[in-house]
């Protein structure tokens, strides 16, 4: 009986626990771009802590529909982070203009990484689907400069199915202009090419950023692009994600960034 009542009130500590780690967190989404500009407040929880889904259908100054759909979902143990979340921004006939599979180890990352987002091309124009985990602290400030990053890793990673074609390459990026580094790759000879760009940003925060461009004329032209910023090394590093661009002529086009081996400590 002892043993019994012993087992009960292991598991009730247990669960107190789990409840006083698990946070809800607000954000502001803002999504503007071409006729498209809303901004909403929302709340996001840890996996299986109540506010982990959120859908909802948007109008353009036009009156254009859109469908924006969000899910927080508990990853197998098997694979390297516990969660993800899961973004897509669909138009009014359920066709996928953006795609994001950001994995992370709970929302307090997010909070700590403050500011992430997806521009996406709908109709020609970049419209921006921005998160901002650090609403209610905007003195967020870091201490961290591209300085020195020069011998820092970014694996990048290009599938086109359609194409038959995958690029992984570790980049180390050049200082391209004072306060940012920047390479490009063009896709063999398809008229597209992938760039990283990581510059210094205010209140000593750096942007990562991972773009998909359409090569016309000379000229580039953004299809999509991942950021998030980031306070330190440690946050950089922290970072994996996928996303999704999706072409009517050339299906879709998947970018995966995930930390170089070696430059990661799993968490004690």
Do not use: W
């Not at 946070?23 to 929302?42: A, R, V, Y």
């Not at 020609?124 to 650090?134: A, H, L, Q």
């Not at 510059?199 to 950023?209: A, E, H, P, S, T």
């Amino acid at each position: 009986m002892k043993k019994f009542i012993c087992i009960i009130i292991f598991f009730s500590l247990t669960n107190i626990a789990t409840i006083a780690t698990a946070e809800t967190i607000p954000f502001n989404l803002s999504i503007k771009g071409g006729d498209i500009d809303i901004s909403k407040m929302l709340e996001l929880s840890d996996v299986d802590e109540g506010k982990t889904k959120i859908n909802f259908d948007l109008k353009d100054k036009k009156g254009k529909k859109y469908n924006f759909d969000l899910k927080y979902k508990k990853l197998p143990n098997n694979r390297s982070y516990p969660a993800n979340l899961d973004i897509t921004i669909k138009d009014a006939e359920g066709n996928k203009l953006g795609y994001l599979f950001f994995a992370n180890n709970g929302v307090k990352f997010l909070k700590k990484m403050g500011v992430f987002g997806l521009i996406v091309d709908v109709a020609g124009e970049p419209v921006d689907i921005k998160f901002t985990f650090d609403t209610f602290d905007k003195n967020k400030k870091g201490n961290f400069n591209i300085d020195g990053l020069g011998d820092e890793r970014f694996v990048q990673d290009t599938l086109v199915p359609k194409f038959n074609f995958q690029m992984i390459r570790p980049v180390v990026l050049p200082n391209t202009m004072p306060g940012v580094r920047s390479q490009t790759y063009s896709l063999d000879n398809h008229p597209y090419a992938i760039n990283f760009t990581i510059k210094n940003i205010d209140n000593g925060l750096v942007q990562f950023q991972h773009n998909l461009y359409q090569l016309k004329n000379g000229k580039e032209h953004l299809l999509k692009r991942i950021y998030f910023n980031a306070d330190s090394l440690e946050t950089l590093r922290e970072a994996m994600y996928a996303g999704k661009y999706f072409s009517k002529n050339d299906g879709a086009f998947k970018m995966v960034f995930y930390p170089a081996m070696g430059q990661t400590t799993p968490p004690k």
